[in-house]
């Protein structure tokens, strides 16, 4: 009963920026972690980065040191600051939300998910 929204998602020439937001809705009580995932066509969906409601975050091997997580608890939204834009970035990003007890970078983890947002790195 948790609906995610995605936000943010354009078209950036490489090196350059996005911020994605997502906005969380309903049972909102019942997640413990949120995160963000990526599929580019013809690939797997890859984890990215997700936070729990703590301060602990976790980021694949490919967006570290570029990307950032954050939350605000209070209003339920979760954000993905994307800095130094890589072409091979481009991809759907996904908002998802997991229960109590799910492992970070599983995608079967993940009971609640966002439509997707597009982002495109031009070369």
């Known amino acids: 009963q948790v609906q995610l929204v995605e936000s943010g998602g354009g078209l950036v020439q490489a090196g350059g920026s996005l911020r994605l937001s997502c906005a969380a809705s309903g049972r909102t009580f019942r997640m413990n972690l949120m995160g963000w995932f990526r599929q580019a066509p013809g690939k797997e969906r890859e984890f990215v980065a997700a936070?729990?409601?703590?301060?602990?975050?976790r980021y694949g091997d490919s967006v570290k040191g570029r990307f950032t997580i954050s939350r605000d608890n209070a209003k339920n939204t979760v954000a993905l600051q994307m800095n130094s834009l890589k072409p091979e970035d481009t991809a759907v990003y996904y908002c998802?939300?997991?229960?109590?007890?799910?492992?970070?970078?599983?995608?079967?983890?993940?009971?609640?998910w966002g439509q997707g947002t597009q982002v495109t790195v031009s070369s």
């Open positions: 936070i729990d409601w703590g301060t602990t975050t």
């Open positions: 998802a939300a997991a229960l109590y007890g799910a492992t970070w970078a599983a995608l079967n983890s993940y009971n609640s």
